[in-house]
């Protein structure tokens, strides 16, 4: 065991991928030469591996989604990278009807293993063009997964994963996790699955599922409302698309209170797919309605209004306390 964080976690993966798998590349705005990326997340790829497989495509998103298609037909495993996850739109006809859809429209002749790496969301005082999420837009496109880490060692395990997929995945790191932050992980090689919500805490009161660094607030929030007696199921739901149904189900019925957490806004998102899962299949399980606690309903966030449109610890631990008070 080595303590990591989250970014050198992601790093390590992609090291140990290159050194197992000759066919896994890697490029994208600045990804390459000593700079590494705009985070460093492929710091020391290029002088490791060569820039035949780490290297620097235009300021284009729509040509870097259409190469990394192109690869993975030829037998590449790509590794994609958008700088932003703002910036993934001009890609969206790309991995919708192309790399989503690959292995259906061949009948199965033909895949695009690719892992579309992006870091999202707020908290770095990134402002309206480098701090939303986009993980919404995608969810629901059939043939392609959808997968975030919340941990240090789900960002090594789940990149691993993703990049040995014969499926395209689309990455999501958040940005404000990179540094800030650290965990013990094992030394020797281990996948998480790209299919599979996690129960990080066993709860008995209320439920709370999250990811990100709402998954974080929900950890920190239930350790102190032990003071409080109050007992908290927390779940990790990181494969956000397609989601892991039985453990979301086992988790709301297993406390009957159930709240959602999601740093983008409520509307289309992520969290009311989980709602509409639990109401469809375990409504009479429950004790009191679904809670979904998310941004607010604006098209983005100034620098100087930050903090007022994330969703805090504090309203995080405010609503959990709520619930277990319905």
């Known amino acids: 065991m080595t303590e990591h964080t989250y970014l050198e976690a992601l790093n390590l993966a992609m090291h140990e991928e290159f050194a197992r798998d000759p066919g896994v590349v890697v490029f994208g705005e600045d990804v390459g030469g000593d700079k590494g990326g705009v985070f460093g997340a492929t710091k020391g790829l290029a002088a490791a591996f060569g820039d035949q497989r780490v290297f620097n495509s235009p300021l284009g998103?729509?040509?870097?989604?259409?190469?990394?298609?192109?690869?993975?037909?030829?037998?590449?495993?790509?590794?994609?990278?958008?700088?932003?996850?703002?910036?993934i739109l001009p890609a969206v006809n790309q991995i919708m009807s192309e790399a989503a859809r690959m292995r259906y429209r061949t009948a199965g002749d033909w895949t695009a293993p690719i892992v579309f790496r992006t870091p999202y969301g707020g908290g770095v005082h990134g402002g309206f063009y480098h701090s939303q999420t986009t993980d919404k837009v995608f969810a629901g496109q059939p043939g392609l997964r959808i997968v975030t880490p919340s941990t240090v060692y789900d960002a090594k395990g789940l990149l691993k994963a993703a990049i040995r997929s014969e499926d395209p995945v689309l990455f999501y790191e958040h940005?404000?996790?990179?540094?800030?932050?650290?965990?013990?992980?094992?030394?020797?090689?281990?996948?998480?699955?790209?299919?599979?919500?996690?129960?990080?805490?066993?709860?008995?009161?209320?439920?709370?599922?999250?990811?990100?660094?709402?998954?974080?607030?929900?950890?920190?929030?239930?350790?102190?409302?032990q003071a409080e007696d109050i007992s908290t199921e927390v779940v990790d739901l990181r494969t956000l698309y397609p989601l892991d149904q039985e453990t979301i189900l086992a988790a709301a019925k297993k406390t009957g209170k159930v709240l959602l957490i999601s740093e983008d806004t409520k509307e289309a998102s992520i969290i009311n797919n989980v709602a509409a899962i639990i109401a469809e299949q375990a409504l009479f399980d429950l004790d009191a309605p679904v809670q979904q606690l998310?941004?607010?309903?604006?098209?983005?966030?100034?620098?100087?209004?930050?903090?007022?449109?994330?969703?805090?610890?504090?309203?995080?631990?405010?609503?959990?306390?709520?619930?277990?008070?319905?």
């Open 294 to 326: 998310a941004g607010p309903l604006a098209p983005g966030m100034s620098y100087a209004l930050e903090d007022e449109f994330l969703v805090s610890a504090e309203q995080v631990q405010a609503a959990m306390r709520e619930l277990a008070q319905f």
């Open 175 to 225: 940005k404000r996790l990179y540094r800030s932050l650290k965990a013990d992980i094992p030394d020797e090689d281990y996948v998480v699955p790209l299919d599979k919500a996690q129960v990080l805490q066993q709860g008995d009161d209320i439920t709370v599922m999250a990811y990100g660094t709402m998954l974080q607030h929900a950890l920190n929030a239930a350790k102190a409302l």
């Open 61 to 87: 998103e729509s040509g870097i989604a259409g190469l990394a298609i192109g690869l993975g037909l030829m037998g590449h495993h790509a590794i994609a990278e958008f700088q932003f996850a703002d910036y």
